[in-house]
């Protein structure tokens, strides 16, 4: 592996700040982190090591903000405009730049091209402005993007693996590997290359963002959702793997574009298909065996599989297990402002996809670890409606893998009276009144299907209705906050799947709607199990991480406040939620960092969350030191 004194990689440079503490080397660093312990606020002053000098290291992406020193010692001078320009300034002038672009397409490929350009100065914006800017990053912007991936293609970014070549799969991801230890900014690399990817994030693409199917376009999600990965926990964008597995593609809109860049072909199924991700998962346990595998926007029936087949290696599947963790953690909450149990919930879910059924698994999941329930009892808890009514026993194949364990049998609900005596499925209003549901959660994409006569029929038998419309986007959502408020006399929690506006109550008090947004749990979980190494992410880590969120509730101090925490706030909430994971993962045994481990046992003199703080990567300039 290339030393780091003759590193310099074209997406990072740093400004040397002055300090009378003895600060680590480079070189020291690079031997290990179980060498020293390194303090947060020396993190950042550790010099990145180059010979370049001149217009070549003007490739490297920091503009204006060489300091004075940096432009005589490096002789740059000549090559810059007299003004040294802070990072604090240059994000300044790019957020300026980003609000003349007219539409939120325009706004993502802005922000797309920043980070190619400057990965510092890109995550320094989102940083400052990540409420406005995660819909143009994420979802509901990035859809747009994928949609259109190969007529906005400028240049690849991530890891490309297709079927047709999948003989060269693990040459293909090998090269990426060498990519990532030519970079200077991995400064706990122990020197072993199989620590250099802590974080591989892949999708297939079958189902992106409610718009389904998009081929190799899916990339865009990848990449969107490592980015999160760092702005929420600060995990290091240069040791994370954004991946597409390309196994061709349904959607024959793509097939007719002759701009389509990936396999032309229909989606691969079947037996193929499970051998080549298999072949893809075993490839990224060689070469990358401590990281985490996020896998993302497969298709339901793939996605559960996956999850049921790969649990004893560290993965998450953040559409199934972080859409119900972050809903978990505002039901938590809510039930401390109500002041019931969980176990004593009735709980109805519109729209049994893999969101509800994620939700639900992980809502069962803690009626069993927190309540004691056994599985059957906890899943007599649940009534789920998807799009033909009710889930009963008797819709037999008609029930995917991941609903079979919440349908009702038939015999109990014969008798239950019909809004139309002459259907024979079950829907909402009829499962609403029959079953007087105290919780009601919204994953169904029906637009104000929570109308007034439900909501209302709800609050008759309800003192604090919990009310989650969680599909996104706003247009799809199930409720309004506003008038979930108001048809329950101002007595409903409620949490939202996008963000919306406090809401008026009267007399001078408004309401703080909770928006159940995955990244206030997600990137703190794969920090959590990245330090700790864990083996794998087992249901009591992922449920340390739910009560840690839940914890932090501005709604236990304030009924009118929030049920989960400012988005605003997620770098501060990821220490906490990461702490409780990674002491899980200790108490569980999965550990497997003997740094950490001693740590948590309380050997290092340092406490864990000032640990998680030292190892999470932060958008600043770091100091460049010239070598020969």
């Known amino acids: 592996m290339t030393h780091l004194a003759r590193l310099s990689h074209p997406l990072r440079a740093c400004a040397r700040p002055s300090s009378s503490r003895s600060v680590p080397s480079a070189g020291r660093l690079a031997r290990g982190l179980t060498a020293e312990v390194i303090r947060a606020e020396d993190k950042n002053l550790i010099p990145i090591r180059t010979n370049l000098k001149g217009s070549a290291l003007l490739n490297t992406p920091r503009g204006a903000g060489f300091t004075r020193e940096e432009r005589a010692v490096f002789g740059i001078e000549g090559f810059l405009p007299y003004d040294v320009h802070s ?214 029936a793939n996605a559960h599989r996956f999850m049921e087949k790969y649990k004893d290696i560290p993965m998450f599947n953040d559409d199934i297990q972080g859409t119900g963790a972050v809903a978990l953690a505002a039901l938590l909450a809510a039930l401390k402002v109500s002041g019931t149990s969980l176990k004593d919930q009735r709980i109805v879910i519109y729209g049994a996809g893999s969101a509800g059924m994620g939700i639900a698994d992980q809502i069962k999941d803690g009626l069993m670890i927190l309540e004691g329930l056994t ?39 014969k008798d239950w009276p019909r809004e139309n005596p002459e259907q024979d499925a079950l829907w909402l209003m009829d499962v609403v009144k029959e079953v007087k549901p105290t919780v009601l959660i919204g994953t169904s994409t029906h637009s104000r299907s929570f109308n007034e006569e439900i909501i209302r029929e709800m609050a008759k038998h309800c003192e604090r209705p919990i009310i989650f419309p969680m599909s996104n986007p706003t247009a799809l959502c199930e409720v309004d906050p506003e008038d979930a408020m108001a048809w329950t006399d101002g007595r409903a929690l409620v949490a939202t799947g996008s963000p919306f506006s406090p809401v008026d109550l009267g007399n001078g008090k408004t309401y703080q709607v909770a928006q159940t947004n995955n990244a206030l749990i997600y990137p703190a979980l794969g920090l959590g199990a990245i330090l700790a190494r864990s083996r794998t992410i087992s249901s009591s880590m992922l449920m340390a991480g739910v009560h840690a969120l839940a914890s932090l509730s501005p709604a236990l101090t304030n009924p009118e406040a929030s049920l989960l925490p400012d988005l605003a706030d997620v770098r501060a909430v990821s220490v906490d939620v990461a702490a409780a994971v990674v002491r899980q993962a200790v108490a569980d045994g999965n550990a497997q960092d003997e740094a950490t481990i001693k740590i948590v046992q309380g050997k290092e003199g340092q406490s864990l969350e000032d640990y998680i703080r030292s190892r999470m990567w932060d958008a600043v300039y770091r100091p460049l030191e010239l070598v020969d």
Request: with cysteine; net charge negative.
């Open 375 to 413: 599985k059957e009892e906890a899943a007599r808890r649940f009534y789920c409606v998807d799009r033909n009514g009710l889930l009963v026993e008797s819709m037999g194949n008609a029930l995917r893998h991941a609903q079979l364990a919440y349908a009702r049998p038939d015999e109990e609900v």
């Open 87 to 300: 990072l604090e300034k240059q994000a300044l002038r790019a957020w300026n730049q980003l609000l003349k672009q007219p539409s939120v397409i325009l706004k993502h490929a802005f922000l797309a091209s920043l980070r190619d350009q400057n990965q510092v100065l890109f995550y320094r914006l989102m940083q400052d402005h990540l409420k406005e800017l995660l819909g143009v990053l994420y979802t509901p912007g990035a859809a747009e993007a994928v949609a259109g991936y190969s007529s906005l293609f400028r240049r690849p970014i991530g890891c490309f693996i297709s079927f047709p070549n999948q003989d060269g799969m693990r040459a293909q991801l090998e090269s990426h590997l060498s990519d990532v230890n030519r970079t200077a900014d991995v400064a706990y690399d122990s020197g072993n290359p199989n620590d250099a990817i802590d974080l591989v994030v892949v999708t297939d693409s079958e189902a992106i963002l409610g718009i389904g199917d998009q081929g190799v376009g899916g990339i865009t999600i990848s990449t969107s959702k490592a980015a999160l990965y760092t702005l929420g926990a600060g995990i290091n964008p240069n040791r994370i793997l954004p991946v597409v597995l390309d196994v061709g593609t349904d959607n024959h809109a793509l097939f007719s574009d002759p701009l389509y860049m990936g396999w032309k072909r229909t989606r691969l199924r079947g037996r193929n298909y499970d051998q080549f991700v298999d072949r893809f998962i075993r490839s990224c346990r060689e070469l990358f065996p401590n990281a985490v595998i996020h896998f993302e926007d497969f298709g339901m």
